[in-house]
DNA sequence: ATAACGATTAGCT
DNA sequence: GCTAATCGTTATA
């Protein structure tokens, strides 16, 4: 679960599917090339919010990974929303379905009110206004793997997982540049 | 200083 | 299925 504070009140997610990043040996991470002012989150203690801006208009959070200096992340790519419904609805305006209004990373952060403001912030401090909490366990035998979705390098590892069947998950998408050999392998 | 690109999404065909 | 929107980050000079 992923818990967000904001001026309007709090909005929480079961999250339901996530992506890994690894450090410097993960040429899809980024911080394959280093620590830069975007990523020196990535090189701290573990249990912090990386958050990123892409494509000129979306925002995507992880969460730091490892040991302090590993730079290893997790995207957090989907999720149902919980509470604060009527919040995150007021974020997504003209969304229809409640599945859809954290289904994928960019709109995830959009449904919490996340963006750079919320980069750094403890996830484990329970007086932080962003908080990661332990929900309701998911049963191993509903974890399905596969590749990362829109990475082109390392496409074929399958570092992204999900909840089978859940309705929340994000379309899967290809990475379009460089490999165009081969299919992805199948989800397991 | 400047150019190229991206862990995406919404909207249209 | 295809594309425009849109700008911070990074690499290069």
Do not use: K
Request: net charge positive; proline share 11%.
């Amino acid at each position: 679960m992923l818990e967000v504070d904001g001026p309007q009140g709090t909005v929480a997610v079961r999250l339901s599917e996530v992506e890994a990043y690894a450090g410097p040996v993960d040429p899809a991470s980024h911080a394959y090339r280093g620590r830069t002012p975007r990523n020196a989150v990535m090189f701290g203690p573990p249990g912090h919010l990386y958050v990123y801006f892409v494509y000129g208009m979306h925002w995507c959070c992880n969460v730091v990974c490892g040991p302090d200096g590993d730079a290893s992340a997790v995207l957090l790519r989907a999720g149902a929303v919980v509470s604060g419904l009527d919040l995150a609805r007021t974020r997504r305006p003209g969304v229809r379905s409640d599945a859809d209004l954290a289904r994928g990373p960019a709109r995830l952060a959009a449904a919490l009110g996340i963006d750079r403001a919320a980069g750094g912030a403890d996830l484990l401090d329970p007086v932080s206004s962003v908080r990661l909490t332990r929900g309701d366990p998911v049963p191993d035998e509903a974890v399905r793997r596969g590749p990362r979705v829109g990475v082109a390098a390392a496409g074929e590892v399958p570092w992204r997982l999900w909840v089978a069947g859940d309705r929340t998950v994000s379309p899967y998408r290809p990475g379009t540049r460089g490999v165009p050999a081969g299919r992805p392998p199948p989800a397991r």
